[in-house]
């Protein structure tokens, strides 16, 4: 079974900090993709990566970088944490193409 | 931009009823259509998915949803609902893209809630 975990269940943040967030997918997929989940928004693409080192906006990606090293690893980075961040990331991984997404558990995450 | 509507924002239900869930989306070429369901506390799992072929799918847990290219539709549907599946659902919506990644652009979900 795909596996696909992140981090951290829960963070706490203050603004201006950088934040890391970080996941890791055990199914070899070629792609990866980060979400935040708002309520009454449903899920907003950031940023995602379909090779090693490559990386493109979504459709909300500012305030945001990415960073992939390895296929396994995706992190999503907030370069100088503000509360309108304050939301939950999503992780996702897929096999190239067209396949359906795969997601971690999720960080909720608190910029105070 | 293409865009994903659920017109439903929240459903009550009592079990053995049937459920009906719309989506409707903008982008006019050629899609894969996706259902996601995400359990109280849990991550997000997929129901269902349509690429090509019958426009009739079935998924898990006795979901199944039609899509209807002339309307623009993928709506979901199960006909006698249990308490087990209170949860959100998500329709999603991908541009058909041979190459790379396969964007997928979801609605702002439904809030699912079965009554005893």
């Known amino acids: 079974d795909v596996k696909v975990t992140q981090s951290s269940r829960y963070l706490v943040k203050r603004t201006g900090e950088k934040v890391f967030l970080e996941c890791v997918q055990d199914m070899d997929h070629e792609n990866m993709f980060w979400y935040r989940q708002d309520p009454g928004l449903g899920l907003r693409l950031i940023y995602f990566s379909y090779d090693v080192k490559m990386k493109e906006k979504g459709d909300i990606p500012e305030g945001y970088s990415v960073s992939r090293e390895k296929k396994e690893r995706f992190s999503l980075i907030l370069e100088s944490a503000s509360t309108n961040q304050t939301s939950m990331y999503l992780c996702?991984?897929?096999?190239?193409?067209?396949?359906?997404?795969?997601f971690g558990d999720g960080t909720r995450l608190s910029i105070l | 931009a293409q865009s994903v509507s659920q017109h439903n924002h929240h459903v009550i239900l009592s079990e053995a009823a049937s459920l009906e869930l719309g989506c409707n989306y903008s982008?006019?070429?050629?899609?894969?259509l996706f259902w996601y369901v995400q359990y109280p506390g849990q991550h997000l799992q997929l129901l269902l998915k349509y690429f090509s072929g019958d426009p009739l799918v079935k998924g898990i847990k006795g979901f199944e949803a039609e899509f209807i290219k002339s309307k623009f539709s993928f709506n979901l549907r199960k006909p006698s609902v249990q308490w087990s599946d209170t949860a959100e659902y998500f329709c999603?919506?991908?541009?058909?893209?041979?190459?790379?990644?396969?964007?997928?652009?979801f609605g702002t979900g439904t809030r699912l809630q079965v009554t005893l």
């Open positions: 982008y006019g070429g050629t899609v894969n």
């Open positions: 999603a919506v991908g541009k058909w893209d041979t190459g790379t990644a396969s964007k997928l652009t």
């Open positions: 996702a991984s897929s096999h190239r193409g067209n396949q359906p997404q795969h």
